[in-house]
């Protein structure tokens, strides 16, 4: 029953995204993170996270689907909670036309103050897991980022 209730707010989000792509730039969001520039990136991120979700949607699994939905239909192929190395990666985005892959893994902050220290965290997962590994040798670049959300807020590091 879970799995289906997922599964249907995955696709409410879609929806949501696939119906406002026309109005919101995300370009700017895709740039950041392909430069690999977390200020903006965050900042980005931020003005998505206040314009879309409310307060009854601060749960992991909804930001897990929200960080999905904005790069499915953007022209990059999206996974999630793809078997990687020794564990589930959150959301893997592919830019195959540059051969260049990001690995994002997410977190739930209880508090703002414990933002930072849960991007870290989720870094540590990254690497401990070993989910890049498989991309190193097919693809040019692979960029991994910690991303921790509170309420309508997010912080994103790179490793």
Not at 63 to 75: E, R, T
């Amino acid at each position: 029953m879970r799995r289906f209730w997922e599964y249907g707010k995955r696709m409410k989000i879609r929806k949501l995204f696939e119906d406002n792509s026309k109005i919101w730039n995300r370009q700017p969001l895709f740039d950041a993170v392909w430069k690999k520039d977390t200020e903006t990136a965050t900042k980005e991120m931020n003005k998505l996270l206040r314009k879309t979700i409310s307060y009854h949607d601060y749960k992991e699994d909804f930001y897990h689907a929200f960080l999905a939905g904005i790069f499915a239909g953007a022209g990059y192929m999206v996974e999630s909670n793809k078997e990687h190395g020794e564990g589930r990666s959150d959301v893997v985005v592919y830019d195959s036309i540059d051969g260049r892959v990001v690995i994002f893994e997410a977190k739930y902050s209880k508090t703002i103050d414990a933002m930072d220290q849960d991007c870290q965290a989720a870094i540590k997962q990254i690497d401990q897991r070993m989910y890049a590994k498989e991309y190193e040798d097919s693809c040019d670049e692979v960029i991994c980022y910690g991303i921790s959300f509170y309420k309508k807020r997010c912080t994103i590091l790179k490793k």
